[in-house]
């Protein structure tokens, strides 16, 4: 499985009320790569998220093609088996009393509420993704207690329960202040030791760390660079991506960006 696809686009042109949000896409993504997909808002980011999942279809054309899990028609239960996608819009749908343990319980079942009808196993499965993550100290813990990093961290847990394929991380570190983001960034790096693999998505710099085999740079639709961190994350193309000057390093195994003058 090393070279084979799970996603494969040629082509690919999207509209999203009336406006063109994926221009000419050609992407090929294997099994066995860790992919940061960044670009600024509105880049068409969250719209290829959209086409993964199945949200938005591309424009049929004789020369386009899409495969997912190659195939070009995936029943829906199979791709949101196989795949999990985790946003910060998930939050919303939350009961704030609901224990972490139940939380992560409920992605076995695809709700967001208490499951009453819980089995041993259902309940070992929490216990071992919880101890993977070294969360276990938050399972009794009310989902509005937590703090931000700690919530998203017991989403992904969440997500990661019915163990997927692949699991989307959609603008992970969004609104986190600093110790939260530093949290969910080191909890997202240990994921690597477990058989997902994972597609993130971010306007952030500071999220790309050494996990990321393949950094995609999206501006207006389009993809303007892809490839090895050390070969595309640089300032030429930072500036090209973002409109702005800046200078881009490397400390410690993470990236920082700097604005130069106007």
């Not at 290829?48 to 949200?55: A, S």
């Not at 009808?117 to 919880?130: A, N, T």
């Not at 477990?194 to 393949?214: A, E, M, Q």
Request: with cysteine; charged share 30%.
């Amino acid at each position: 499985m090393v070279n084979k696809l799970w996603f494969e686009a040629k082509n690919i042109n999207c509209f999203k009320n009336g406006f063109r949000v994926i221009r000419d896409l050609n992407l090929k993504i294997a099994y066995s790569e860790n992919v940061i997909l960044i670009g600024p808002n509105g880049a068409g980011k969250s719209s290829l998220i959209e086409v993964i999942n199945r949200n938005i279809y591309p424009v049929i054309a004789n020369d386009s093609k899409l495969k997912i899990f190659d195939k070009e028609l995936i029943n829906l239960w199979e791709l949101r088996k196989r795949i999990s996608t985790v946003n910060n819009d998930i939050k919303n749908r939350i009961n704030p009393n609901l224990k972490v343990f139940d939380l992560i319980l409920s992605g076995l079942y695809e709700r967001y509420c208490y499951i009453q009808s819980k089995s041993e196993s259902d309940s070992y499965e929490v216990e071992k993704i919880m101890k993977k993550m070294n969360i276990s100290n938050l399972s009794k813990n009310s989902f509005s207690y937590l703090s931000d990093g700690e919530k998203q961290i017991s989403l992904i847990a969440r997500a990661l329960i019915k163990k997927p394929d692949i699991l989307i991380l959609d603008e992970p570190i969004a609104s986190l202040d600093y110790r939260s983001k530093f949290f969910v960034v080191d909890k997202i790096n240990e994921l690597s030791k477990l058989n997902t693999k994972i597609l993130c998505v971010t306007h952030d710099i500071s999220t790309i760390t050494k996990i990321y085999d393949r950094v995609i740079m999206l501006k207006d639709g389009k993809i303007i660079t892809d490839g090895e961190q050390s070969k595309v994350i640089n300032s030429e193309n930072l500036n090209k991506l973002y409109g702005i000057k800046v200078k881009v390093t490397k400390n410690n195994g993470l990236w920082n960006i700097k604005r130069l003058s106007k």
